[in-house]
């Protein structure tokens, strides 16, 4: 079982990134995926969830109306649009899966993909 995250890079202040999340060795029907986010020196911290269906959807105060969560179940894979990016999203962004119900806590999440690193320039 496996998530890979991709679509990490250096982007100055006001620029846009899509990051992606594809599942393999097993299938994800049914599961929520999520992306976190942990900045140097700092917890892990919650920014977006979707469930399968994408009937149901969660943003961290922190990137809504900048961040997009969207799925491509054909493609077992999930992305997170993130535009108008500032320097305090500068991270590594990790992406995670768990049964059915979407959860900002990283705790409830079962598998984790190995990061992606975004750094954002003022």
């Known amino acids: 079982v496996q998530l890979q995250a991709s679509g990490g890079g250096s982007v100055q202040a006001g620029g846009s990134l899509r990051l992606s999340c594809a599942a393999s060795?097993?299938?994800?029907?049914?599961?929520?995926m999520g992306w976190f986010r942990q900045a140097p020196g700092k917890e892990r911290e919650f920014v977006a969830a979707i469930t399968w269906s994408g009937s149901s959807i969660r943003y961290a105060d922190s990137v809504k109306g900048r961040f997009t969560i969207s799925r491509d179940n054909a493609k077992n894979t999930r992305y997170l649009q993130m535009n108008s990016l500032k320097p305090e999203d500068t991270a590594v962004y990790y992406c995670a899966a768990r049964p059915v119900t979407i959860s900002p806590m990283a705790s409830e999440y079962n598998y984790w993909g190995q990061g992606t690193l975004v750094t954002v320039s003022s």
């Open positions: 060795g097993r299938t994800f029907s049914g599961y929520a």
